[in-house]
T-cell receptor, first 118, second 114 residues
Framework: AQKVTQAQTEISVVEKEDVTLDCVYETRDTTYYLFWYKQPPSGELVFLIRRNSFDEQNEISGRYSWNFQKSTSSFNFTITASQVVDSAVYFCALSKRDYTGANSKLTFGKGITLSVRP | EAQVTQNPRYLITVTGKKLTVTCSQNMNHEYMSWYRQDPGLGLRQIYYSMNVEVTDKGDVPEGYKVSRKEKRNFPLILESPSPNQTSLYFC?????????????FGQGTRLTVV
């Protein structure tokens, strides 16, 4: 069975602080995908990143960076110099990569509510 | 513009009154699914479909039905809604089971059953 744990439920920071959102996953598959989604107050789900299990390179996109470590089954997300517009709920998700036609559902963590204060 | 469209965005209904939430995608995706989001529980899969006329249960299918008569549409049907189905619902689509890309989500449907 797959599981995603986002132990932090709510984080509050002041604008311009750096913040790291933790994600730990469990899977028996050797091939899988990890995702981060952002859910702003308006409610939609915004895709941020996809990482496959064979690519452990860290990724940086502007103020966002992701650290994938298979050894600790973690896929952490860091926002540098946070801004008020970063206030949202952030979900980490896991999907197995399956060529057999089985359900490729996303298993989500419970989400982290990030509040960035001016 | 590539998108997944859900309707309605907001719905308040009474217990037992059948309703349908529509979902349509314009990306020719094979794989579609429905999720519900509840506080403290994250998103959980209700039903999924790997292609036309192929549907199956997800993790929380009780009280829901789906159909996939056309590739682009995947409606969610609540035959007899109950208050515990009050939730935020998302439809999602992705390219295919064997070439999994990110899931594209609809805007969400906030359902209240009184």
């Amino acid at each position: 069975a797959q599981k995603v744990t986002q132990a932090q439920t709510e984080i509050s920071v002041v604008e311009k602080e750096d913040v790291t959102l933790d994600c730990v996953y469990e899977t028996r598959d050797t091939t899988y995908y990890l995702f981060w989604y952002k859910q702003p107050p308006s409610g939609e789900l915004v895709f941020l990143i996809r990482r496959n299990s064979f690519d452990e390179q860290n990724e940086i996109s502007g103020r966002y960076s992701w650290n994938f470590q298979k050894s600790t089954s973690s896929f952490n997300f860091t926002i540098t110099a946070s801004q008020v517009v970063d206030s949202a709920v952030y979900f980490c998700a896991l999907s197995k990569r399956d060529y057999t036609g089985a359900n490729s559902k996303l298993t989500f963590g419970k989400g982290i509510t990030l509040s960035v204060r001016p | 513009e590539a998108q997944v469209t859900q309707n309605p965005r907001y719905l308040i209904t009474v217990t037992g009154k059948k309703l349908t939430v529509t979902c349509s995608q314009n990306m020719n995706h094979e794989y579609m699914s429905w999720y519900r989001q509840d506080p403290g529980l994250g998103l959980r899969q209700i039903y999924y479909s790997m292609n036309v006329e192929v549907t199956d249960k997800g993790d929380v299918p009780e009280g829901y039905k789906v159909s996939r008569k056309e590739k682009r549409n995947f409606p969610l049907i609540l035959e007899s809604p109950s208050p515990n189905q009050t939730s935020l619902y998302f439809c999602a689509s992705s390219l295919g089971v064997s070439s999994f890309t990110e899931a594209f989500f609809g805007q969400g449907t906030r359902l209240t059953v009184v």
